[in-house]
């Protein structure tokens, strides 16, 4: 997502009420979010749910990495061959029904 366009993308609560279903309507090609104002203050953000999406992956994969990072660093790793052997277990398992 890029960045907000001050120029463009802050928008007054009471034009963003008067004109939204216009803006709902350019939400899916913008690659900005609005940012909806109050008193001249930022009150809220709108994103197509593409880019909520976006975000959502991006946000679990980083902290799955995190969650990778923090097992290796704790000890939490397996070579190779321990890998496929538990995976090869947990295939059995789950084909006769039992769980790993």
């Known amino acids: ?3 907000v366009a001050l120029a463009e993308d802050l928008i007054p ?3 963003f009420k008067t004109h939204a279903s216009q803006y709902m309507k ?3 090609g913008r690659t900005r ?3 909806v104002t109050v ?3 930022a009150a809220a953000v709108v ?3 593409e880019a909520w999406d976006r975000m959502q992956y991006r946000e679990q994969l980083l902290a799955s990495i995190d969650a990778g990072l923090l097992d290796s660093a704790e000890g939490r790793v397996m070579d190779t061959p321990s890998a ?3 995976l090869r277990q947990a295939r059995r398992a789950r084909a006769e029904g039992d769980s790993p």
Do not use: A, Q
């Open 33 to 35: 979010p609005l940012v």
């Open 1 to 3: 997502m890029n960045p």
């Open 26 to 28: 350019t939400l899916k």
């Open 84 to 86: 496929r052997e538990y």
């Open 13 to 15: 609560l009471g034009e």
């Open 39 to 41: 008193n001249g203050r």
């Open 47 to 49: 994103i197509s749910p």
